[in-house]
């Protein structure tokens, strides 16, 4: 069953927290571009960039912890670190996009039944190309 | 035979082996089984052959619950009823339809699916579908270029659908049943009262009155009602004079239980990669399309979350547009046009277009990457959800009837919940993302004003072998009444995610070979 969209929240903000404190040494340069390559969700060749960003907007809304851009890249960051797919330390977004799918890491946002991922990924793109 | 009961005298008695109330899907499906037999079978149809307002108008209702369609458009009062103007959807009801399932309260069949496979290959025939089959795969192997989507069986399946062109009984088998020697159809023979005997064990003869103010009788060995569910509801209820409940009531259920398939639109569809070949499958062409496919959630998943069957069409779509429901079709204008003329005294005639659903004129899918999601949903059996008798009467001084269609808070969950899986499961393959409508999501309790069913009538007569929870037994018998049985949609204890029609049918033949068997 999808996360229920109250308990989700609060599992995201909790997450998005302890990610923001673990990543501030990384250095500016390779936030901005991991922000810029992480905020190109699958989603954006389905529904196109108005959608995206509508998406983007209400995740950003519905979740303040992660408001800004570097709290959703940690955020994205941490996960894929934490994801069970494999020894790497980081998995391709887009394994883990279908890893949330697959074990009920969802969300509903706009009506759109989304991985976790691909939603902060779309509250990404709307930051950055507002 | 055929005789128009207007022209038979006041007084007359009519006798037969068989009696067979309504001349729609099932009481034609019957009477076709007994054709040459050496059985008298007598086939009253309250209509004439074609449609004829006065007629219409003995079916005339009060809709006290949810919004719903005007009764007397809803339903035919016509030789081959209701089948004059549907469009022909038939699949077969799931394994778990059958079933006892603890989270939908009173569900339960008192036979199993595989009771019931070979009425539902004779039923094909008569419905003039193709093979009896409804696997996809099988499908394929017949027509490459059905293909289904390649979704995990575990919890989404592509279940089968197959066209009637559709069959109108009421050409289609007209000349059978008015040459056959053995068969006498009355038009324009309105059952008014089903007369029991003292003990009320037994029914010993019907109370017919065609418009005019002519009254016969019939006496049969065994009657049938296949009037359809609301019908069948309002004419044993009025059948009050030895009980006061009306017939087959002693516990207060004939009429409840009303349940009709919930037809929505729930979402939206964007493929990952849009491929209109690979979508054959799924698209449908009145007239056109012999069997299409349909997403749906399998009986483990349904297990898992508590849900009700249910099925959801893909119908080609461009972003923004929002797909209408089925009454919706008729524009809420329309609905509130009928609502206000109905409350007005029905003066004039009904404000109704047309009385086919939007999918009877679906084109094939082009290469959209965008598709409505429609839902066809059962609807959870409901005993506040009922038929019963309004004071005011029609021409022929029978009561009219009054309909509370009424949803319970698993109906909705439901629906959200498909949608919400549907969802995963597109995504997990990296096929597509779905989009919920906004009126599915938060709570459960409340339905938008296009809430629509599919004009499917079922329950009322409920089957249960247990007397205190269903009005018929697993025969189709009333129980308490030794030779009344009901044929129809009003025996489904649940309502499955399949249209009514070909589960009906096969129902009313296998009640047909049970009689058989007790006149032989």
Redo the contacts between chains.
């Keep these: 069953?999808?996360m229920d969209r109250r308990q989700f929240l609060r599992v995201a903000a909790t997450g998005a927290v302890v990610h923001l404190t673990s990543t501030a040494c990384r250095s500016h340069a390779d936030a901005a571009s991991d922000a810029a390559a992480l905020a190109q969700p699958?989603?954006l060749?389905?529904?196109?960039p108005e959608?995206v960003r509508e998406i983007g907007r209400r995740y950003r809304r519905a979740v303040p912890a992660e408001h800004d851009a570097e709290a959703l890249r940690a955020a994205i960051l941490a996960a894929s670190r934490a994801s069970r797919l494999g020894e790497a330390p980081r998995v391709p977004v887009a394994e883990l996009?279908?890893s949330?799918?697959?074990e009920?890491r969802?969300v509903?946002v706009?009506?759109?039944?989304?991985?976790v991922t691909e939603a902060r990924q779309c509250a990404l793109f709307s930051l950055l190309h507002a | 035979m055929h005789t128009d009961a207007r022209t038979l005298e006041s007084g007359t008695v009519l006798e037969g082996d068989l009696c067979i109330v309504g001349a729609g899907a099932a009481g034609i499906s019957m009477a076709l089984e007994w054709v040459n037999s050496k059985r008298t079978v007598l086939l009253l149809e309250g209509g004439g052959f074609e449609l004829e307002p006065a007629m219409q108008d003995l079916y005339r209702g009060e809709i006290v619950g949810q919004p719903y369609y005007p009764l007397h458009a809803a339903r035919l009062h016509y030789f081959g009823g209701t089948t004059g103007h549907w469009a022909g959807f038939c699949s077969q009801f799931d394994p778990i339809d059958f079933e006892k399932r603890p989270w939908v309260p009173h569900s339960g069949w008192p036979m199993r699916r595989e009771e019931l496979d070979p009425f539902y290959a004779r039923a094909q025939r008569l419905l003039e579908l193709g093979p009896n089959e409804y696997e996809a795969d099988e499908w394929q192997r017949r027509d490459p270029g059905l293909v289904p989507l390649p979704l995990g069986r575990r919890a989404v399946w592509t279940k089968m659908w197959q066209f009637s062109p559709p069959t109108r009984f009421g050409t289609k088998y007209r000349d059978a049943i008015v040459g056959a020697r053995n068969v006498h159809l009355y038009t324009y023979a309105n059952v008014c009262e089903v007369e029991a005997n003292e003990a009320v064990t037994a029914v010993q003869g019907l109370r017919v009155r065609p418009l005019g103010g002519k009254e016969f009788r019939v006496r049969a060995r065994h009657y049938v009602l296949a009037c359809c569910s609301i019908q069948n509801a309002r004419l044993l209820l009025a059948s009050n004079r030895r009980a006061t409940a009306g017939l087959g009531n002693a516990h207060d259920l004939v009429g409840r239980y009303f349940m009709e398939h919930i037809e929505m639109p729930g979402g939206e569809l964007a493929l990952a990669q849009p491929d209109s070949a690979k979508m054959k499958m799924y698209a449908f062409e009145f007239g056109q399309t012999k069997a299409r496919g349909e997403l749906a959630l399998s009986a483990q998943v349904q297990r898992e979350h508590g849900i009700l069957n249910g099925t959801a069409s893909l119908e080609p779509g461009t972003p923004g547009e929002e797909a209408k429901s089925t009454f919706q079709f008729l524009t809420p204008q329309v609905l509130e046009a009928m609502r206000a003329w109905e409350k007005g005294g029905r003066v004039g005639p009904p404000p109704i277009p047309s009385p086919e659903g939007p999918r009877a004129d679906s084109s094939a899918v082009g290469p959209s990457r965008f598709f409505h999601l429609a839902t066809r949903q059962e609807q959870a059996p409901n005993p506040d959800s009922r038929v019963t008798l309004s004071a005011e009467k029609d021409a022929l001084g029978m009561p009219r009837v009054k309909l509370d269609w009424r949803l319970t808070t698993l109906d909705k969950r439901s629906m959200r919940t498909f949608y919400e899986l549907l969802g995963r499961e597109l995504g997990r393959t990296g096929m597509g993302r779905v989009q919920i409508r906004e009126w599915l999501l938060d709570d459960d309790r409340t339905w938008p004003p296009f809430l629509s069913g599919g004009w499917h009538h079922m329950g009322t007569t409920r089957m249960h072998a247990d007397p205190r929870q269903g009005v018929v037994d697993a025969d189709c018998r009333v129980h308490g009444l030794g030779n009344l049985y009901v044929a129809g949609a009003a025996v489904f204890p649940t309502g499955g995610a399949a249209n009514p029609t070909l589960t009906l049918v096969a129902l009313t033949l296998r009640l047909s070979d049970h009689l058989k068997a007790k006149l032989a």
């Design positions: 069953m999808p699958e989603l060749a389905l529904v196109g959608q996009v279908r949330d799918f697959a009920g969802t509903v706009h009506g759109w039944v989304l991985s």
